[in-house]
């Protein structure tokens, strides 16, 4: 099995420089010829020029099977075409798609594209995580569809000694339960949130930054 | 509206064309004439500037690759998408999405290279393929000129 990078300049060099040193075979396939000058020079993998989402460059890297074939240029169209190509013409079983805009991912994945990787996606969970890390935790980081949301609640928190019937939480979200010494209450219009109750909420992503608003306050 | 073989009939196509150039300027044109109702999608604001007095649609900015574009120019409304655009592998990905995310009946696209022909047609996309044109036009014109010496 070999590593077939396609595209992506500073990504693509690290990730062959991390391949080589496991002992894998690795491919740089690359647009431009400096860099690809620059990496024949560093590395011990081979490098090919020209555009990865053409058949007539994929023909010379005698594609199998089971090679990990990963896409990473800077252009979702690009990646969709070299990885479409590798599965359909040569046969690759899991191609490995970068995606720049995130929304596409759904695309890539009903042409059959299913290993699709957006670092903006992880990028912006990592950022929003490291925003509110303290107080909160995603229980369910991974999900698009539904944050389950761990949410410690102090002094400060402007929901504090408040009813729940009262917070102005948005309709896609409900304090599901709360933790209050190690007790669980289901909790009802009536309950008073109070200093130290862990909160789980769960919540519509998309809602997901009023509900802190609500909860903890202008972050 | 004869031309719309196979597609529902109803008073008013809608149609959406991504890429304003030459060829996307003058379907935009001809299409607005024949009394469709046409979106035209381009990233870049001059392109539009080939759009004539005729044309009585609305234009899109926005690049093409981004999904957003695609809701924003109603492509889940479309009767027919035509694309366009200079890039075969923008013309795939934009084709793939009006057909298998917004379930458009009708896409067509045009594709330089004949090796794509293939993979467009195999997700039901109907290709147009300008080398190929070109080579059949080619041939018939020789053929004529052998066929005057003979």
């Known amino acids: 099995m070999k590593i077939v990078l396609i595209g992506g300049e500073k990504i693509a060099y690290h990730l062959a420089r991390r391949f080589l040193s496991k002992g894998y075979q690795v491919m740089v396939v690359n647009k431009n010829e400096k860099f690809c000058e620059e990496i024949a020079k560093k590395l011990r993998a081979l490098v090919i020029r020209g555009d990865g ?48 805009d995130p929304d596409n991912k759904a695309t890539f994945q009903m042409m059959g594209v299913k290993n699709v990787v957006s670092p903006t996606e992880i990028l912006g969970s990592a950022l929003e995580d490291s925003l509110f890390r303290e107080q909160i935790t995603n229980l369910l980081p991974s999900s698009e569809k539904i944050s389950i949301l761990r949410i410690e609640m102090t002094d400060k928190s402007p929901a504090t000694g408040q009813a729940v019937k009262n917070l102005p939480l948005p309709k896609e979200s409900v304090i599901g339960a709360i933790i209050r010494e190690n007790e669980v209450i289901i909790p009802r219009g009536d309950n008073v949130i109070e200093e130290g109750d862990i909160l789980l909420v769960l919540s519509n992503p998309k809602v997901q930054s009023s509900v802190f608003e609500v909860l903890l306050g202008e972050v | 509206m004869p031309f719309m073989k196979g597609a529902i009939r109803k008073d008013e196509y809608y149609v959406v064309i991504f890429g304003c150039g030459r060829l996307g300027s003058r379907m935009a044109n001809w299409l607005s004439t024949m009394g469709c109702s046409v979106v035209v999608v381009d990233r870049s604001e001059e392109a539009f500037q080939a759009l004539s007095f005729e044309f009585t649609g609305f234009t899109v900015l926005g690049d093409a690759t981004e999904l957003d574009t695609l809701k924003e120019a109603k492509v889940d409304k479309a009767d027919v998408v035509l694309v366009l655009t200079p890039d075969d592998n923008t013309n795939l990905m934009v084709a793939m999405s009006a057909k298998e995310y917004f379930k458009v009946t009708r896409v067509v696209a045009r ?40």
């Open chain 2, 111 to 150: 594709a330089y290279d004949p090796n794509n022909i293939e993979m467009f047609s195999d997700f039901g996309i109907e290709v147009i393929c300008p080398t190929l044109l070109a080579v059949e036009n080619i041939k018939n014109v020789l053929y004529f000129i052998g066929g005057d010496e003979r």
């Open chain 1, 53 to 100: 989402s053409r058949r007539y460059v994929l023909e010379q890297l005698e594609l199998d099977r089971t090679d990990l074939f990963v896409a990473l240029t800077p252009n979702d169209q690009d990646n969709l075409v070299a990885c479409l190509t590798a599965a359909r013409v040569y046969g690759i079983e899991r191609p490995v798609a970068l995606v720049n």
